[in-house]
């Protein structure tokens, strides 16, 4: 998961059960082979890109088994970046990095890095590497062939609002799952996963010539992360897993998650919308709350200038992600509560919505009958009323392929002490409760830093000293607290 609205309508938030075969982790460490150094060059220009903002910044590519149980048979091809470190004598090694996901481009996450104000004895410390995962942007990319009708509808199933609607939901989801299926990139079905994505970073530090590879990655990327010490605990220097997942990734439980994940940060936009009467929501949080549902209901029934309700609430839970942007968010609602239109978000790019379906439901099984989503949208809306009838609806991972090469890697306490976990207590996209269940499956493996503040994302980006101090201590000298840490709140955090 990831903070845009892509990710929170489409993706945004931005994957385990018994599948045939034998273990990932049962087979990761016959991955030895070194392949040829990359050779980089200038990274490509693409409109909005920020590989520009950074002079430094380098691109390869990387030829990797489509299949890692046919090693030498049929190549896909990883864009890789580098951020290289300019001082010889701090150089560490390197730092693999993931923004977030699935589906989402990695390649400009270094630059990205570095402008969020990453701190220069990390950026001396490592070459900081990039990537697209497999499928995604500039690496052998996927397709769905989804039209920009489905572009536009996202990821995000409808509000369901009673059973009848799960049932109306259900040949929609169908159509997209049977259209991955047969498109023409369904060769690539069977091995984009996780467990794959990891080979593949496995791949690129031995590529670079590095005996372990250090890692930071965020939202979906803190799975990523998970699963790659996981399979390659010898391998893994020092990880750093930031806004986490649950132990099963980007599963169905992961999704019906952020139902909680909305109604745990939701508060802070209420008391800020109070504290500024201005806007016209409400002079209290209960006020500002009843405002919600009160537009949500509204725009149930009569959309204005195309926002009806599932989008108005797709819209709030993405702006949640971030404190600046509930300024943005206040104008929002006092703009559709006096029946003013808003410009619809624009359809999201097709291979990020390909990329999220191939992971998120390769990686996992989703229940196959609409009867339980007609039982978990009932259980949602009454438990998480805000967002439960979104979380709790049927989507494409229902009617997915039966076929799975392997089974999901099972997170668990075996490797070295070299995790480190940082967490926003409000964290709409990775609630706190999943984080926790990682941080359990980990063990003794992990250290957990908690925040007090709400948002998705905490290093750089969060400004929270004593969370940003421990992280930026972790990957420079191997320092962590001796326990879980909780960070109190600062005022400009």
């Known amino acids: 998961m990831r903070t845009a609205l892509s990710l929170a309508l489409a ?6 059960v018994t599948f045939p075969g034998a273990p990932a982790s049962a087979t ?17 220009q693409k409109a909005g890109s920020k590989s520009t903002d950074a002079p430094r910044l380098e691109c390869a590519t990387l030829d990797v088994p489509l299949d890692y149980r046919d090693p030498d048979g049929r190549q896909i091809e990883i864009a890789l970046s580098r951020l290289a470190s300019k001082d010889p004598a701090k150089r560490r090694g390197v730092l693999l990095t993931n ?11 270094p630059a990205l890095l570095a402008g969020a104000g990453l701190p220069q004895d990390v950026l001396d410390s490592y070459d900081v590497i990039g990537f697209d995962p497999r499928g995604v942007g500039r690496s052998t990319p996927v397709t769905c062939d989804l039209t920009p009708q489905q572009q536009a509808r996202g990821n995000f199933p409808p509000y369901a609002h009673t059973s009848a609607d ?9 159509t997209v799952a049977e259209q991955c299926a047969t498109s023409r990139t369904a060769w690539m079905l069977p091995h984009t996963t996780t467990a794959n994505t990891a080979r593949d970073m496995d791949r690129i530090r031995a590529a670079l010539g590095e005996p372990r590879a250090s890692y930071f990655g965020t939202s979906y990327g803190s799975y990523l992360g ?5 399979m390659f605990p010898a391998r893994s220097d020092r990880i750093v897993l930031d806004s986490n997942m649950g132990p099963g990734g980007y599963d169905l439980a992961s999704f019906r998650l952020l139902g909680r994940g909305m109604e745990d940060r939701f508060p802070d936009f209420a008391a800020y919308a109070a504290a500024h009467p201005e806007y016209g929501l409400g002079t209290t949080p ?18 204005v200038g195309g926002i009806d309700g599932t989008l108005f609430r797709g819209v709030t839970f993405d702006r949640l992600y971030v404190d600046g942007l509930m300024p943005q968010l206040a104008k929002e609602w006092q703009a559709l509560d006096t029946g003013e239109p808003l410009p619809p978000p624009p359809p999201v790019a097709e291979n990020f919505l390909a990329g999220h379906f191939y992971v998120t439901c390769g990686d996992s099984r989703w229940p196959g009958r609409v009867r339980d989503y007609q039982r978990h949208a009932a259980i949602d809306r009454r438990t998480y009323p805000m967002l439960g009838g979104t979380t709790g609806n049927i989507k494409p991972c229902a009617y997915w392929p039966d076929h799975r090469v392997e089974p999901p890697v099972r997170i668990g306490d075996r490797g070295p002490s070299n995790v480190l976990m940082v967490q926003n207590e409000r964290d709409p996209g990775t609630p706190l409760a999943g984080a926790m269940k990682l941080r359990r499956a980990f063990g003794d493996r992990a250290t957990m830093v908690t925040v007090d503040q709400g948002g998705h994302g905490v290093y750089p980006f969060g400004r929270n000293t004593c969370a940003n101090n421990t992280v930026t201590a972790f990957l420079t000298n191997g320092q962590h ?4 840490l909780a960070c109190a709140a600062e005022p400009n955090g």
Request: contains cysteine.
């Open 11 to 16: 993706a945004t938030a931005v994957a385990a």
């Open 28 to 44: 990761a460490d016959t991955v030895t082979a070194a392949p040829g150094s990359p050779q980089w060059g200038p990274c490509p």
């Open 99 to 109: 923004p977030g996901g699935p589906g989402g481009s990695g390649l400009d996450y």
């Open 166 to 174: 799960v049932t109306k939901e259900a040949p929609y989801a169908r």
């Open 226 to 230: 998970a699963v790659y010490t996981t």
């Open 286 to 303: 209960k006020q500002v709350t009843a405002t919600f549902f009160r537009l949500a209901k509204r725009l149930d029934a009569q959309p």
């Open 481 to 484: 607290p001796a326990r879980d």
